[in-house]
């Protein structure tokens, strides 16, 4: 496994604690944990609006029971919510199409999620090729919440105490493969633990808290491409 820094540096007069208030925003299915992210950093009318038009809004986007980071992108866009989108890859990652999480869905989705890259700055959506590090992830989150791309086999709560991968998460990635994508909404950190806080979309309605190491190794795993959406409040 590899090892990353986790013992991140603070920018100057950034608190060494902090923590976003959201409202939570279960999942429903086994595929939305991502539009689920999106509704919790939605202002309160944007979320009911949403809600109430749920189907429409998934069928309209083109959603098959599946988005990847960039649908996400273009969901907040939608509701005018401020937000770059860092990935190390500008499409579909051509290895992919061996991995078993991802071959069934390929198929379905590529032409798609091509498109919508290639489309992304005219429809006013800004997508930067990047490899961030956990100073950049801890240093936004002054501004607003994280919406990142995780491996959920390697996620863990210390107030679930949840390990890896839970019996109500399969629910929400039900197929046995060594990489399970799940995102998750980073909403702060406590530099002294060397601990961040994140919200759960397959869980209930609390905040759960992992070390940095888990974190990083979780969003930095193959199948991620390190996808993160910084939101700005």
């Not at 240093?139 to 919406?147: A, S």
């Not at 019996?167 to 601990?195: F, M």
């Amino acid at each position: 496994m590899r090892r990353y820094n986790t013992c991140p540096s603070l920018g100057p007069g950034q608190p060494e604690r902090m923590q976003i208030q959201l409202n939570h925003a279960t999942q429903r299915y086994n595929w939305d944990c991502g539009i689920s992210c999106v509704l919790m950093v939605l202002q309160k009318h944007q979320r009911q609006t949403f809600l109430n038009h749920f189907t429409e809004i998934c069928k309209s986007e083109g959603f098959n029971k599946s988005t990847w980071t960039i649908d996400l992108c273009y969901l907040l866009r939608k509701f005018n919510v401020r937000h770059i989108f860092y990935t190390t890859t500008l499409g579909v990652h051509e290895g992919y199409r061996w991995n078993s999480f991802y071959n069934h869905i390929l198929t379905k989705d590529e032409n798609r999620i091509n498109t919508r890259f290639k489309n992304a700055k005219a429809k006013g959506i800004f997508v930067q090729k990047a490899s961030l590090t956990m100073d950049d992830i801890l240093g936004h989150l002054v501004n607003g919440p994280i919406i990142i791309l995780t491996n959920a086999k390697m996620l863990s709560c210390d107030v679930c105490k949840f390990n890896k991968i839970s019996t109500e998460l399969r629910k929400c990635i039900p197929w046995p493969t060594s990489y399970q994508g799940h995102y998750v909404v980073l909403c702060g950190y406590d530099i002294h633990t060397r601990k961040v806080f994140y919200r759960n979309p397959s869980f209930g309605d609390h905040v759960c808290m992992m070390p940095i190491l888990n974190l990083e190794n979780a969003r930095r795993s193959f199948g991620t491409d390190e996808d993160v959406i910084f939101i700005f409040n």
